[in-house]
């Protein structure tokens, strides 16, 4: 699949251009993996977890009446 390539490429650009970053993941919001560059991973439960969180992320924004959800971001002490 031709986007599928396009965004993995893209992905691939992505960690190149940032060092501390250990993988990502492009994914819709429901759930289902259209590319990764995750080595080490699980990329459908990744998406699975990521499409959750995901979910709780903007019942979190309005529950503290900050404005619209903006970003969700994973950062461990190993990295992004």
């Not at 990764?36 to 977890?49: N, Q």
């Amino acid at each position: 699949m031709a986007v599928e390539s396009d965004v993995l490429d893209e992905l691939h650009r992505l960690r190149n251009r940032v060092p501390q970053l250990t993988g990502s993941l492009a994914a819709t919001v429901d759930g289902l993996v259209l590319a990764h560059d995750a080595p080490g991973t699980e990329p459908e439960g990744l998406a699975a977890l990521t499409a959750a969180a995901l979910g709780v992320a903007h019942r979190m924004a309005e529950a503290t009446s900050r404005g619209g959800f903006r970003e969700l971001l994973l950062r461990g002490a190993d990295g992004y």
